[in-house]
């Protein structure tokens, strides 16, 4: 699977703007060409090895709104020394959650997901927020 797509983007201080447009139909959807994606994103050193980070981004789907959403990031950082940092973030979207059975079978709900669960289905919302801890290194 591949998409087509180009961007153009800019920055200024600590923000930066980015606009994403598909050229060819989005992820194989038929008819979504034309697919776009807002991305504001901003980055501010606190000093003392501490940062905050935050980003809005709205993805609207060529003739398919019900797949358009908007998505969040709220995240600290903290530069720990020797390459090391950690990070958290709050990530969360508005993407629609009606998740009920017939939602999934008949595909009504872009991003509820399913699979068997003993003996049943269980049905799983695909825009849940969330908090991610990361720690990570540069070499």
Not at 40 to 46: I, K, P, R, T, W
Not at 53 to 74: I, K, Q, W
Not at 111 to 121: I, L, N
């Amino acid at each position: 699977m591949h998409n087509t797509e180009g961007y153009i983007a800019g920055s200024w201080k600590f923000l930066s703007l980015k606009y994403s447009r598909a050229f060819t139909d989005y992820f194989l959807v038929p008819d979504t060409k034309g697919t776009g994606y807002l991305d504001l994103s901003a980055s501010y050193d606190l000093g003392g090895g501490w940062g905050v980070n935050g980003h809005v981004g709205h993805l609207t789907v060529h003739n398919f709104s019900e797949a358009s959403y908007t998505d969040y990031r709220l995240g600290v950082t903290k530069d720990l020394g020797s390459g090391w940092t950690a990070a958290a973030s709050l990530i969360d979207t508005n993407a629609r959650d009606d998740c009920g059975a017939a939602d999934v079978i008949t595909g009504g709900e872009p991003y509820c997901f399913s699979k068997p669960d003993g003996g049943g289905v269980k049905t799983y919302r695909g825009g849940n927020g969330a908090v991610v801890l990361s720690i990570g290194k540069t070499f």
